[in-house]
């Protein structure tokens, strides 16, 4: 299926989109990342709940590179923003990715947005946008290099992570950078929107064709500055293979260097894979944030 086909079939659509009805074990997977969230917080050094804008979702939490690794111009950043198909899970449920990525040397940087229904996705991608700016202007309080940005996501977070890339820094606030953020990971990535608006379990997203094309990654200009990692898991659904391969169709292999689907990992495992120091995942986003350098 594709763009031009007239009719969706929503109970395709749903086969296709329902990850957790897709990975039936994916109860044991959100159990593990709260308990190593929680672990996380309660060892690592850490800022948390802290304020990017007015509204009450909008707050972040620092996960400062470790010690031994930080570098005297400041350490490289990793912003994470998670996924939930921009309706569910929260920045603490992810502090997990955090203890291996800091002790590679980067500060990691968590934050939340408001949930679908409460915000829309172009609203989320805007609460996005100052939760990155305040990173610019704010993180070498922190001990990290504003000038080495580097944007992750899952799922929804992968889909926001590319959109930040299209984003005009200088339009949004004068004092930003054209290139505040260098380069992007997105893990599971959404970059079409129009399947989802026409899938059944996720209508309260209410999106509109308006939204859909304010929001697709791949109905947007190719950025002109950034490059994109976009990686799934092979064993995730036929749809999020089509949408990996559609960004680098989209965009072009410049862009989007590396467009891969990485061997006996599910939507899930996916995103524990970032955090094994000897998987390719985790070296691609080293590789990332090394490249800011």
């Known amino acids: 299926m594709n763009r031009s086909t007239a009719a969706w079939d929503p109970q395709w659509l749903d086969r296709m989109y329902n990850n957790r009805k897709l990975v039936p074990e994916h109860a044991s997977h959100l159990a593990r990342w709260a308990q190593d969230s929680q672990s996380a917080r309660e060892r690592l050094p850490r800022q948390l709940d802290l304020p990017y804008g007015n509204k009450a ?3 972040l939490d620092i996960f400062p590179a470790s010690q031994a690794r930080r570098g005297r111009a400041g350490a490289p950043v990793l912003v994470f923003i998670h996924g939930g198909y921009w309706r569910a899970l929260d920045k603490a449920d992810h502090s997990f990715i955090a203890p291996a990525l800091t002790q590679a040397g980067a500060c990691v940087v968590v934050p939340n947005y408001t949930l679908c229904p409460a915000a829309t996705i172009p609203q989320i991608d805007l609460q996005m946008v100052e939760a990155l700016a305040w990173t610019w202007r704010h993180i070498a309080e922190y001990g990290g290099d504003p000038q080495r940005i580097t944007v992750a996501g899952h799922s929804a977070g992968g889909h926001l992570a590319a959109l930040l890339l299209t984003c005009g820094w200088k339009d949004h606030a004068p004092d930003l950078p054209p290139d505040l953020i260098r380069n992007a990971l997105s893990i599971s990535g ?10 059944p379990f996720l209508s309260d997203l209410s999106l509109t064709p308006e939204q859909v094309q304010q929001a697709s990654p791949a109905l947007l200009p190719r950025p002109s500055l950034g490059t994109l990692y976009s990686v799934v898991g092979a064993d995730e659904s036929a749809e999020f293979l089509r949408q990996n391969l559609l960004i680098r169709q989209a965009w072009g292999r410049k862009t989007v260097p590396v467009c891969e ?8 495992s996916m995103l524990e894979a970032l955090v094994e120091p000897k998987h390719r995942l985790h070296g691609l986003a080293l590789e990332l944030l090394q490249s800011t350098a």
């Open 261 to 268: 689907s990485l061997f006996g990992l599910n939507h899930f």
């Open 190 to 199: 959404l970059y079409d929107l129009e399947p989802i608006r026409h899938t």
């Open 57 to 59: 979702g909008e707050t």
